[in-house]
T-cell receptor, first 113, second 113 residues
Framework: NAGVTQTPKFQVLKTGQSMTLQCAQD?????MYWYRQDPGMGLRLIYY???????DKGEVPNGYNVSRLNKREFSLRLESAAPSQTSVYFC????????????FGPGTRLLVL | QKEVEQNSGPLSVPEGAIASLNCTYS??????FFWYRQYSGKSPELIMF????GDKEDGRFTAQLNKASQYVSLLIRDSQPSDSATYLC?????????????FGTGTRLQVTL
């Protein structure tokens, strides 16, 4: 049981390049989330998916797209990377029920030059 | 006003002392409250959650919630150097079909020998 996994761990892009961050969970959770974390800003929600086949914008969605490929996988795409997207990206999935809890993946460090 | 506010610290406590971490939130509709610990370069990991007013204890950790004052705290008894990390407060609210966490920017705790 690996929990939440993310690939890659680290990536360097040039401005204008595109890439997809991958996330998968093996806990059979319905809801999945993408956050970015920047110094002094805390964790901010980019997009989330309440269930397979649905996605919704979070607090900072501009410049990103997402795909909920199936129940396990939720990817984040940067179509044209900008230096402002330099950040650490975390994927999370959530249990359901009365004691719902979010569990985080190890993160992807992205540097856009 | 930020939705979730925490003192950024650092909060420095000697080994063996009680560390007290505080968090206030603005949304009275918030339903559940979480404390995450984040070591430098790592992902957030859940320490505790609390739903009801009062105290909740788990080992050396006690979470306290006062919904009337919109205040959540985390007490760490017998602080250890391994407790040195950033502690993130998060509040949860259910919107439409999904619940969303809003995070504070975190308090950095330093436990000194």
């Amino acid at each position: 049981n690996a929990g939440v996994t993310q690939t890659p761990k680290f990536q360097v892009l040039k401005t204008g390049q595109s890439m997809t961050l991958q996330c998968a969970q093996d806990m059979n959770h319905n809801s999945m989330y993408w956050y970015r974390q920047d110094p002094g800003m805390g964790l901010r929600l980019i997009y989330y998916s309440a269930s397979e086949g649905t996605t919704d914008k979070g607090e900072v969605p501009n410049g990103y797209n997402v795909s909920r490929l199936n129940k396990r996988e939720f990817s984040l795409r940067l179509e044209s990377a900008a230096p402002s997207q330099t950040s650490v990206y975390f994927c999370a999935s959530r249990t359901s029920g009365a004691q719902e809890t979010q569990y985080f993946g190890p993160g992807t460090r992205l540097l856009v030059l | 006003q930020k939705e979730v506010e925490q003192n950024s610290g650092p909060l420095s406590v000697p080994e063996g002392a009680i560390a007290s971490l505080n968090c206030t939130y603005s949304d009275r509709g918030s339903q559940s409250f979480f404390w995450y610990r984040q070591y430098s370069g790592k992902s957030p990991e859940l320490i505790m959650f609390i739903y009801s007013n009062g105290d909740k204890e788990d080992g050396r950790f006690t979470a306290q919630l006062n919904k009337a004052s919109q205040y959540v705290s985390l007490l760490i008894r017998d602080s250890q150097p391994s407790d040195s990390a950033t502690y993130l407060c998060a509040v949860n609210r259910f919107f439409d079909t999904a619940s969303k966490l809003t995070f504070g920017t975190g308090t950095r705790l330093q436990v000194t020998l």
